[in-house]
T-cell receptor, first 112, second 115 residues
Framework: DGGITQSPKYLFRKEGQNVTLSCEQN?????MYWYRQDPGQGLRLIYY???????QKGDIAEGYSVSREKKESFPLTVTSAQKNPTAFYLC???????????FGPGTRLTVL | QQQVKQSPQSLIVQKGGISIINCAYE??????FPWYQQFPGKGPALLIA?????SEKKEGRFTISFNKSAKQFSLHIMDSQPGDSATYFC??????????????FGKGTKLSVKP
């Protein structure tokens, strides 16, 4: 079955720690995205990547970092510089030139 | 100009009724308008989408109405069912000089369909 997987489903972190969220896709999509979802705020774009070894900041990139070393993987690191990291994080992918984005099941991050 | 304004924030509809969610935008460069459906604890999934060259698109019980002059588009769910209870997001994307922009999402509408 093709799709996007995110792990872990739930993640707890102490303040001051960095944490990495995993996103893997086997859809052979070139583009991948990370969104943050907060209640009543919709989806806000953190980072996106149109091709391997290249990525761009989205609207709320401060305190986050990404890498794109493989086509199928786009991990997101939430650093200690992110002031309010507790949120639901969604990864998505799409084919270049195609409109539809496919979303993963999300990771809920809670900072204790 | 990059915003997509969605209303209402929440909506309660009786089973069998019509659910209507509205979105408005300012950026005339937007050329793709999808609606996503999200169940609790899950990622959003594309429900239906429209381009501005048509005024209406229907897929089963779901219809998008698009008013280009008013810069508004809406989702209508006919014969609403309890299984339609979810959060719905409208979105828009622009096309600039040969390349696609990113999706801009509305803030979402939480729909509850009462049996």
């Amino acid at each position: 079955d093709g799709g996007i997987t995110q792990s872990p489903k739930y993640l707890f972190r102490k303040e001051g720690q960095n944490v990495t969220l995993s996103c893997e896709q086997n859809l052979n999509h070139d583009a991948m995205y990370w969104y943050r979802q907060d209640p009543g705020q919709g989806l806000r774009l953190i980072y996106y990547s149109q091709i391997v070894n290249d990525f761009q900041k989205g609207d709320i990139a401060e305190g986050y970092s990404v890498s794109r070393e493989k086509k199928e993987s786009f991990p997101l690191t939430v650093t200690s510089a992110q002031k309010n990291p507790t949120a639901f994080y969604l990864c998505a992918s799409s084919r270049t030139g195609h409109n539809e984005q496919f979303f993963g099941p999300g990771t809920r991050l809670t900072v204790l | 100009q990059q915003q997509v304004k969605q209303s209402p924030q929440s909506l309660i509809v009786q089973k069998g009724g019509i659910s209507i969610i509205n979105c408005a935008y300012e950026n005339t460069a937007f050329d793709y308008f999808p609606w996503y459906q999200q169940f609790p604890g899950k990622g959003p999934a594309l429900l239906i989408a429209i381009r501005p060259d048509v005024s209406e698109k229907k897929e089963g019980r779901f219809t998008i109405s698009f008013n280009k002059s008013a810069k508004q588009f809406s989702l209508h769910i006919m014969d609403s069912q309890p299984g339609d209870s979810a959060t719905y997001f409208c979105a828009a994307r622009a096309f600039y000089g040969g390349s696609q922009g990113n999706l801009i999402f509305g803030k979402g509408t939480k729909l509850s369909v009462k049996p």
